[in-house]
């Protein structure tokens, strides 16, 4: 079965501050892994997907097969990086069956 | 082009209710996914259709089910409504259904009493 948990229910950094989301997940394949975000009365959106390797808004992930993570990290918070943060894995054989964490609320403190 | 669009934003029923909830995808998109969000639980997988074919169902029972019409526009019915059904249900398109990229309505929010 596929499971992605998220160890910080909330998380507060200071604005200039590092910040790292943690988010670790059990499947047995082959996983895709996305970080989603929902800012304040904003729909959820994509943030960034770890097969395309790239940095959105200074965001970028790692997926560390071994550890079975892909921690969500940048080297310094903005205050408008305070929202609700998912991680979310999609089996590559199963369509859009996207399952998400339990979300990680990111407060950036001026 | 528009978003995924969700009606009705906001409804109050009461227990042993039925109640249906519409969702209209982003033009073009043929995948169309469906999830509970509740604080307690989180986003919760219902299920993902395809060219009005359920391809995934989550784990929920038989009160809840789906289903997808022609122009990919899909609708959920949940039966016999208990207190635990309220929360916020979400809809998703996506383009095929291939690619993990889910698009967002802003849901529709159920009040059960």
């Known amino acids: 079965a596929q499971r992605v948990t998220q160890p910080e229910k909330l998380l507060s950094v200071f604005k200039g501050a590092p910040v790292e989301l943690k988010c670790n997940y059990s499947?047995?394949?082959?996983?895709?892994l996305f970080w989603y975000v929902q800012y304040s009365r904003q729909r959820l959106q994509l943030l960034l997907r770890?097969?395309s390797r790239e940095s959105i808004k200074g965001f970028t992930a790692d997926l560390n097969k071994g550890e079975t993570s892909f921690h969500l990290k940048k080297p310094f918070a903005q205050e408008e990086d305070s929202a609700m943060y998912y991680c979310?894995?999609?089996?590559?054989?199963?369509?859009?069956?996207?399952?998400f964490g339990p979300g990680t609320s990111l407060s950036v403190i001026p | 082009k528009a978003g995924v669009t969700q009606t009705p934003r906001y409804l109050i029923k009461t227990r042993g209710q039925q109640v249906t909830l519409s969702c209209s995808p982003i033009?073009?998109?043929?995948?169309v996914s469906w999830y509970q969000q509740t604080p307690g639980q989180g986003l919760q997988f219902l299920f993902e259709?395809?060219?009005?074919?359920?391809?995934n169902k989550g784990n929920f029972p038989g009160r809840f089910s789906g289903r997808q019409f022609s122009n990919s526009r899909s609708e959920m019915n949940v039966s016999t409504l208990e207190l635990g059904d309220s929360a916020l249900y979400l809809c998703?398109?996506?383009?095929?259904?291939?690619?993990?990229?889910?698009?967002f309505g802003e849901g529709s929010r159920l009040t059960v009493l």
């Open positions: 998703a398109s996506s383009l095929d259904g291939h690619t993990g990229e889910l698009f």
């Open positions: 499947y047995s394949g082959s996983p895709e």
């Open positions: 770890h097969i």
């Open positions: 979310a894995l999609r089996a590559k054989t199963s369509y859009d069956k996207v399952i």
């Open positions: 033009s073009g998109h043929r995948s």
């Open positions: 259709y395809f060219s009005e074919t359920q391809r």
